[in-house]
């Protein structure tokens, strides 16, 4: 019995520096631990076996590579097996750890499945569709900030609500030009994918634009409920709420 909580204290490690535990891996991770639990070599420094959600790799001698062709990590994919040279790896340090936290490199394989999708021409008509609508939208919700900012008179609890939701589709569509840029221009260097940090900002910020401007148009509903129920004669609105809802609830 010892020696199977053992096992599993060791296997829960086993992960490339993930924080889940061994139980709380899906049936393919816990899997691949388990098939290269009793192959581990034990006799050198080695980076654990770890599961990296698309492919199980197996423990691998500090100094060396772990390589797997794209088509075997995409095995959905048959078309891939036409390019045998385009490979995923990952890279086992001389102190037996991961690499860069444990990333693995899927950029040849992206590579090969972009142009694989791209060939066909629809994700192009997308990524223009795309970028031009962002760029009209922008346009249009530029002028109508303006128009409330600009004329004070209109100045109203209303007015609050909806400059509140087109700030909010102002940068959703800002950060959608930025994304479909590079794709529209056919750029492939000196990016925001050359930079790690700033693509996950404008990840993070699409996906907040994205749920404020949501929660702001339910904020939009739960006003307008509100004036016509409950608060007929009441001038004020609790904007703080708003707020919370609007983009506070955003972040969660």
């Keep these: 019995m010892d020696d199977v909580v053992k096992s599993l204290s060791l296997l829960s490690t086993m992960q490339g520096g993930r924080d889940e535990s061994f139980l709380q891996l899906p049936p393919k991770g816990r899997k691949c631990l388990l098939e290269f639990w009793n192959s581990l070599p034990l006799d050198a420094v080695y980076c654990n076996a770890t599961w990296d959600t698309l492919y199980c790799w197996p423990a691998t001698r500090a100094g060396d590579t772990a390589k797997q062709s794209c088509a075997t990590v995409f095995s959905d994919l048959p078309d891939l097996l036409n390019y ?16 860069r936290g444990g990333w693995t490199n899927y950029s040849q394989c992206l590579t090969v499945i972009d142009h694989q999708v791209g060939s066909s021409g629809v994700v192009d008509a997308v990524r223009y569709i795309t970028f031009i609508g962002a760029l009209l939208s922008l346009l249009t919700l530029t002028i109508t900030i303006f128009i409330f900012t600009y004329y004070r008179s209109l100045e109203c609890d209303r007015l609050r609500v909806h400059r509140n939701l087109v700030v909010a ?64 004669f009441d001038s004020g609105a609790p904007f703080t709420l708003y707020y919370f809802i609007g983009w506070g609830e955003s972040l969660s």
């Design 169 to 232: 589709l102002i940068v959703r569509f800002l950060v959608m030009l930025v994304l479909t840029e590079p794709f529209v221009s056919r750029r492939q260097t000196h990016t925001y994918r050359d930079v790690d940090w700033l693509c996950k900002t404008l990840l993070a910020l699409r996906m907040y634009a994205q749920m404020a401007s949501i929660n702001w148009m339910f904020v939009e509903g739960l006003f307008l409920h509100s004036r016509l129920t409950s608060n007929v």
């Design 84 to 99: 045998p040279d385009a490979v995923a790896y990952r890279e086992c340090d001389l102190s037996g750890s991961w690499m």
